[in-house]
């Protein structure tokens, strides 16, 4: 290997300690990874109202972060290490802005002062990396929370950390971070960023957007995604933004913890299982029914949903069909949370189907382990997903995924082929109705009257390999060229 980096890696979730999606699984596995390989990873998140501080170290001394007009604030750090790693991580803890139930929001409602709290917790990153006395090769931020480290590592805090080269990973383009232009002023980095081509949107103020610009590469979390969107359809409004700066941006796909989500090694499913001997799965289907007071049965074919109910996730498609579908031998599982609409329309039609669907409205660990191991079939029917993970989760577990031909959906899942015997999934391209309810039939079909070919693809997909090791040396690469780009 080249020389090793020192990496702050900075991010608003770290799974483990608080997640509400991929991004936080991303925050834990990837800086795990990279320090596999020899680098020097330190990773940084604020310390939110639930994580137990009596399992964090606390780091004498208190941080001072410059707000510009709101004066010099004050936070407190904490300190641990990543599960089953030595990679250390920092908390920014800040009673006002943090000290709160949720991350970003309250039952669906961003918070008021998003903007501040973020950009504080920015900010902190660079007064923490001062007090830690580490000197980054690169720091390395993720999504429009953290999209204001660029900036600030290029003006505010240049003295210190000009040498820095800025990473930006592009994990969700339908989140932004836009707000009042007076947020500028908290950067303290004048208004000379606030143009069409860096902060200004429309009057407003676009953090990615500023991101994007600033940062010496910017990545995103597939290939497809990565040219997906520079189009008007996945770009939200920044495709020729995101284009214009094409030249820096990466499309790395996410990775797989596997001792976390394998069927060997998985602690909270109820047999062990591998590819050589799918039995144990079947163990798994049976508690999993129980669990859902579904109908213990072998030879019905029971798909999984895990996801938030989002828009994004298909869930519209999803209840346009579920009824339809349910006219057939099959059985429907659901793990989420979120629009209000789909939580009552799931829940009334379990109401009706309680032989055959089930739902879970909340979030568990636990309940999406048994899920992803459970089912014989997992539905990922996104309008767009720049990687996804549960479908490669799903693969590991030989869960045969169903998805739309979209982003990391699309170069993760290979279309089943029955001539050729090849592929490991089901995908469909229109964000339709009909086509969602053609490609469930097809793979209920499969389940049913081609066991053969349906077990040789379970086995398939389960020796896919989407390791974060291979991951962590693309974004190697990445950080070489963004120290290049820097020093020329
Ligand atoms: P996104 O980040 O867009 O939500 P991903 O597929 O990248 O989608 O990651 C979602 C992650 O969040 C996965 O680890 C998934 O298991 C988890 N997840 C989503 N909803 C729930 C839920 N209700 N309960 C448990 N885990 C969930
Ligand atoms: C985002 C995306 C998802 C991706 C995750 C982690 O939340 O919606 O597709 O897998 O980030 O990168």
């Known amino acids: 290997m080249n020389r090793p980096l020192n990496i702050l890696f900075v991010a608003s979730e770290v799974a483990s300690f608080a997640k509400t999606g991929g991004l936080a699984d991303v925050a834990l596995s990837l800086p795990k990874a990279l320090s596999e390989m020899g680098h020097n990873v330190v990773v940084v998140m604020p310390r939110y109202y639930a994580i137990d501080k009596s399992k964090l170290t606390h780091v004498e001394g208190v941080l001072g972060v410059p707000m510009g007009v709101m004066g010099e604030l004050w936070a407190g750090v904490y300190h641990t290490t990543l599960p089953k790693s030595s990679v250390s991580v920092y908390f920014i803890e800040h009673e006002e802005f943090f000290g709160r139930s949720g991350l970003y929001d309250h039952e669906g409602r961003a918070y008021d002062d998003n903007a501040v709290r973020f950009i504080f917790f920015s900010k902190a990153v660079f007064s923490l990396a ?9 720091i390395h931020a993720n999504d429009w929370h953290t999209a204001v480290v660029p900036l600030l590592a290029k003006r505010r805090f240049v003295h210190d950390f000009g040498d820095a080269a800025t990473v930006l990973t592009l994990h969700n383009l339908e989140h932004q971070g836009v707000f009042h232009k007076s947020v500028m002023e908290l950067l303290e980095c004048g208004w000379e960023p606030f143009t069409p081509e860096a902060f200004e949107s429309m009057d407003f103020v676009n953090l990615l957007k500023g991101g994007i610009a600033y940062a010496d590469a910017v990545t995103t979390v597939s290939k497809r995604y990565a040219w997906e969107i520079q189009t008007p359809e996945f770009g939200f409004g920044l495709q020729q933004h995101i284009n214009a700066h094409a030249h820096k941006l990466f499309g790395i796909v996410n990775g797989v913890d ?49 996801g938030r109910f989002a828009k994004q996730k298909g869930i519209e498609l999803i209840a346009e069909i579920i009824e339809w ?142 390791g974060w090791d291979d991951a962590a040396k693309e974004y190697d690469v990445v950080y070489r060229y963004a120290l290049e780009r820097l020093q020329k």
């Open 130 to 138: 001062k007090m830690i006395d580490f000197h980054p090769d690169i």
């Open 258 to 306: 596997y001792m976390e989500w394998s069927p060997e090694h998985d602690k909270r499913i109820a047999a062990n299982y591998s590819a050589e001997t799918l039995d144990g799965k079947l163990l798994c289907k049976k508690e999993l029914q129980k669990h859902f007071h579904l109908e213990q049965r072998d030879d019905v074919p029971l798909v999984g949903f895990v």
């Open 325 to 466: 579908v349910l006219g057939h031998d099959v059985q429907i599982v659901m793990l989420g949370a979120g629009e209000k609409w789909a939580e009552g329309y799931f829940r009334h039609i379990a109401s009706r189907y309680g032989s055959k669907f089930a739902i879970h409205v909340g979030y568990s660990d636990d309940l999406a382990h048994k899920i992803e191991a459970g089912s014989d079939l997992f539905l990922m029917p996104s309008l767009f997903e720049p990687c996804g993970l549960n479908q490669i989760y799903s693969l590991s577990y030989g869960t045969l995924p169903i998805v739309r031909k979209t982003g990391g959906l699309d170069d993760t899942i290979e279309n089943f082929n029955a001539l050729a015997n090849s592929g490991v999934g089901f995908k469909f391209e229109d964000a339709t109705p009909h086509a969602l309810y053609n490609t469930i039939m097809w793979a209920l079909d499969t389940y049913t009257n081609n066991k053969e070919a349906f077990v040789a693809m379970q086995k398939r997909a389960m020796q896919q390999h989407f």
